[in-house]
């Protein structure tokens, strides 16, 4: 199993570009989501799915789009991005939100700049 | 381990030692806690978690006690090796949806 990926690793952005952040897993992982970290600061949840057709909005969604089409895909759309979207994204997958010995994968990261 | 600012609070220790790493969680609706392990330029590492009706698990050489009474969590890691090192962060699930992350402890470890 390759886990989580993420693609790009890095990116740098203009102010008002659009660009998609790849997300897959290869687990069966029901729940996916995303996150996104600052400089000192713990992951913050941007969106979530707890399966293939539904997703939610997590803590601070404005200015990010998803989608859950297939079990494995939760990619992650800035529509027009902003210097304040400047982090550091993860994913993650779990197979169910809640369990005992419940694991939350992450992917290794994608590293935006937006100037 | 509460960060102010951009600082994370950070906790050095000698190799060997026991390390315990604090965590005050804010909401006492929480159903269930998570310690992640981020080693620098990674995605966070599962360590350990326990669910709201415990007080105290233990995997290896990490244990995690829950105090809800003060809305604490902690963890604790024996004979702490340099390989140990990286930022600490505790989560809580709440409502079986969301995992909210606080904001992390940096852990040294000097051989």
């Known amino acids: 199993n390759a886990g989580v990926t993420q693609t790009p690793k890095f990116q740098v952005l203009k102010t008002g570009q659009s660009m998609t952040l790849q997300c897959a897993q290869d687990m069966n992982h029901e729940y996916m989501s995303w996150y996104r970290q600052d400089p000192g600061m713990g992951l913050r949840l941007i969106h979530y799915s707890v399966g293939a057709g539904i997703t939610d909005q997590g803590e601070v969604p404005n200015g990010y789009n998803v989608s859950r089409s297939t079990t494995e895909d939760f990619p992650l759309r800035l529509l027009s991005a902003a210097p304040s979207q400047t982090s550091v994204y993860f994913c993650?997958?779990?197979?169910?939100?809640?369990?005992?010995?419940?694991?939350?994968?992450f992917g290794p990261g994608t590293r935006l700049t937006v100037l | 381990g509460e960060s102010v600012g951009l600082h994370l609070p950070t906790l050095s220790v000698q190799e060997g030692d026991n390390s315990i790493i604090n965590c005050a969680y804010s909401n006492s609706a929480s159903d269930y806690f998570i310690w992640y392990k981020q080693e620098s330029g990674k995605g966070p590492q599962f360590i350990i978690d326990?669910?709201?009706?415990?007080d105290k698990r233990q995997g290896q050489r990490v244990t995690v006690l829950l105090n809800k009474t003060v809305k604490h969590l902690s963890l604790q890691i024996a004979a702490t090796q340099p390989g140990d090192s990286a930022v600490y962060f505790c989560a809580e699930i709440r409502g079986y949806s969301t995992l909210t992350f606080g904001k992390g402890t940096m852990l040294l470890v000097s051989p």
């Open positions: 993650a997958s779990s197979p169910n939100v809640v369990a005992v010995n419940n694991e939350q994968f």
């Open positions: 326990i669910r709201s009706n415990m």
